[in-house]
Structures are given as C-alpha cells and as structure tokens.
C-alpha cells in the first residue's frame, strides 16, 4: 500500500509549546464552532488507510453512541476475525483435536512462527524474534543475558564491566525488573536521562535498557544514534518498544540493536495480556545466556534430559509451555496488517497528531492544557501528551461524553493514535470535546 500523503497542519518548528496558545480570544469550543470538521472528512475521504478501519470493532455498527476510541497505546481495538478464529481454536483444535494439535495444528512452534509476523513489523529477519511470556519477563531475560554477553563468556566480572544504565522514566516494571537483573548478576545500577545515556556511560558500564518512547510523553529517542554511540564503548544495549511497535518504523537489524523486548496487546492489536516477544540479533545467538533456561528452550526438550542443553536460535528464548490460546488470538489480530506498510502508518500516524494539535489550538481555551510531546517528527511516537489540572476528572468527563482517552496522575492526558482503525473525524472530536469540557470548568 502506498505512503499517506501527510499535509503537516502545524509545521513542526512554530507549534507552541502550550496548546490553545492561537485560539481566538473567546477561546472556548462552543463560541469557536466546529471549524475543523469538514476538514477532518476531506481527510478520511482522502486517507489511504481508510480501508482497514473496517477490520476492527470500532465503528458505529458496534458502539452506536458514537464512542471514539484513542486509548490503542494502552490497548489495541479488537481485530474483527479474531473471534471467529478463537472459536476454532477452542472448539476444534482445543476441543476435537485436543493434544495433537500440538503438531497437527502446529501449536508448538507457533512462538517462533508468530515471532516471525512479529520482527517482520519491527525489521528483524525470521529467526531472530520469539513470542511468549511477558514484557517483564523477557526483560529479565534480555537484561541479564546482555550483561552476560558483555562481560565474555568465561569472565563474570570481565573488563571490569559492572554498571547497568536505566532510562530514569522508564515505565515502573523495567526499574523494578532492572533492579532485580543488577541484584543477579552483582552491578550497580544507575538512572540517567535517555538522552544522555551514551555520554553516561564508562568503561564499567556493561549494559543500558532503554525506552524506545517514553510512555509518560510520547517523546520518540534516537534508537540508531544511541545504538551506535553505546556500541563504540562496548555496551549491549536492550530496547523496549512497547510504544513503538506497530506505531513506527524500528528497523531492528539495519541499526544493529542487540536486544529488544515489547509487547503485543498496544499497537499490535494482540488482546488483553496477549504474549510479548524477546529479540536476540543472529550474532548474539550462540551466546546468548538465558536466566530462566525452560524445558522449552532446550535442545531436546522431550528428552526430559536433567541437564540443561539450550537449543539454537530464537529457541533460546522459550521458557514454559506456549500459552496457546493468547497466542493464537495474537496470531490472528496480526492479519489486520495484511498488505499494510509501517511507513504508511507512520505517516498517518504523524499527520493525525498534526491535525489533533490544530484542533487543539483552535478549541481548547488558551493556557488551559500544556503539550509534553515533542513537536519536531523525528521525536515523537504516536500519542500526544496533554498536562492539565484536574486531569483524573477531565479524563472522566471526556469519557461520559464518548471520547476514551488514558490518564497518567497526576496530570497527564495521553490521547493515542492507532492509524489503522484512527480516522480525522475520531481526533477533531476529540479535541472538540475535550475544549468543551476545559470551557466548562
């Protein structure tokens, strides 16, 4: 599919940093009117991606109240076949075939199957990428493991390596595994900026995690540049792509990135706790030194060998039993990218926040909500970060009247933009609703 055409509505070096700043003087949406709207419906009309807005459970047809659904960066709308392939799934393989399905239905390597989906949407080549598990567990995996692979495979302590670095607003759960991965393989752990990461580190740093975006803000880091900056002092470097994945190109091999982990119930569509995945680049494989070594990353697992042999490739990143019917329901969700580009995506992705921040301005009262998102494209995910005061009840009121937005206390509005069910009607609400509602008081 070809790339959206993208009109940038707010060029990225004039935007103010306090949306509503270049609303008119009565500066609320009511005296303001709706001046967006057929702008928005020339767009949907326009938008190449239109077409895959019918493959999730978004429209009217199933929320006739007119719901607008812009909380796909918590978690993704529900792809319209998975349903009827879950049924299968339970009914007929789980039900009929019931333990042959492990090979007739190839659920045992549906972990690498589906990981492959998965890397073809994030750059990696089949064979590097594993799904199963969670976001947190696999960056137990991935951190420990790194470490491992920075110190050599005979030395624990070896060049003296012994300092994780941490992007210091990372979501809570890759503190608190990072911790946990310092605590076990005997580093200190230190906190720094992301941006700052690779002037931080030291001759003793042997590993930095990183958010590729920051889910507090949506701010996007440099994933090439740093990679490269921490490579050239012999860092492993760990990328989480939580908010990224299915958002934005990641371009994992072309970059040379060592380790990623992300999940897969946010842009990717995935469902309710769906599996996360592990990366491990084909170099690395061989090395790679897993902290919780399963029966199911082992070389013959079915051997029920007492001695732990790990298997080759993305293998190495199994630990238990596949959990199936999550995965399957991953499986499926993903057909909703058939013949979809992520540059397309990207695109759009871009274009809507533009369009958003335009509304924006142009509704919301003037001084009534502050932008946290970068402006500048090359620094922002696919959401837009809002600081208001009250946020926990305009985030309320904005779901009364049909707008679904996530909240982060204490003053944190975060309106997500998932391009493939996302349309221009959808943002210019939005923005329209939420300047009634800031006018309100």
């Not at 920075?150 to 941490?166: H, K, N, P, S, T």
């Not at 939580?242 to 934005?248: E, F, I, P, R, V």
């Amino acid at each position: 599919m070809s790339e959206h055409p993208r009109t940038e509505t707010v060029p990225p070096d004039t935007t103010p940093a306090t949306a509503g700043a270049a609303a008119p003087a009565t500066g609320t949406a009511t005296a303001v009117g709706r001046a967006h709207a057929a702008e928005a419906a020339r767009r949907d009309r326009e938008d190449p991606l239109a077409g895959t807005r019918e493959r999730f459970v978004v429209d009217a047809v199933d929320y006739p109240d007119g719901t607008v659904y812009l909380d796909g960066n918590s978690l993704g709308a529900l792809p319209r076949g998975v349903p009827a392939r879950m049924a299968d799934v339970i009914e007929r393989e789980w039900g009929r075939d019931r333990i042959n399905s492990w090979s007739d239905n190839h659920w045992w390597t549906a972990p690498e199957r589906i990981g492959d989906r998965v890397g073809a949407l994030v750059g990696a080549a089949p064979g590097q990428v594993v799904v199963g598990d969670s976001t947190s567990v696999n960056v137990l995996k991935a951190v420990v493991a790194g470490v491992r692979l920075a110190r050599g495979a005979d030395a624990m302590e070896a060049d003296g390596r012994d300092e994780i670095l941490m992007d210091v607003s990372t979501f809570p759960t890759d503190g608190y595994i990072a911790e946990s991965a310092a605590r076990l393989t005997g580093c200190a752990l230190r906190a720094v900026p992301a941006g700052a990461i690779a002037s931080e580190s030291t001759p003793r740093t042997a590993l930095a995690l990183v958010n590729h975006v920051d889910y507090r803000t949506g701010r996007l880091h440099d994933l090439p540049a740093t990679t490269a900056a921490l490579h050239a002092v012999g860092v492993v470097v760990v990328w989480d792509l939580c908010h990224s994945a299915g958002a934005l190109p990641v371009d994992l091999d072309p970059h040379g990135v060592d380790l990623a982990v992300g999940c897969t119930y946010k842009y990717l569509n995935g469902g309710p706790g769906a599996p996360a995945y592990l990366y491990v680049a084909a170099r690395h494989q061989p090395r790679f030194d897993s902290p919780l070594p399963g029966w199911n990353s082992h070389a013959d697992p079915f051997a029920m060998a007492g001695a732990y042999a790990p298997a080759d490739g993305a293998v190495r990143g199994r630990v238990g039993t596949p959990d199936i019917l999550s995965m399957l329901a991953l499986e499926s969700a993903l057909d909703a990218w058939q013949g979809v580009s992520i540059e397309s995506v990207r695109a759009k992705s871009l274009d809507l926040a533009d369009f958003f921040l335009a509304c924006v301005a142009a509704y919301v009262p003037a001084g009534a909500v502050e932008r946290l998102t970068p402006v500048a494209h090359a620094e922002r995910g696919s959401q837009v970060a809002l600081r208001c005061a009250d946020a926990g009840e305009v985030t309320e009121r904005l779901l009364a009247r049909g707008v679904v937005i996530d909240y982060r206390r204490p003053d944190v509005l975060r309106f997500g933009f998932t391009p493939l069910y996302t349309g221009y009607a959808d943002v210019e609400r939005a923005a329209w609703v939420l300047g009634e509602v800031l006018s309100a008081g």
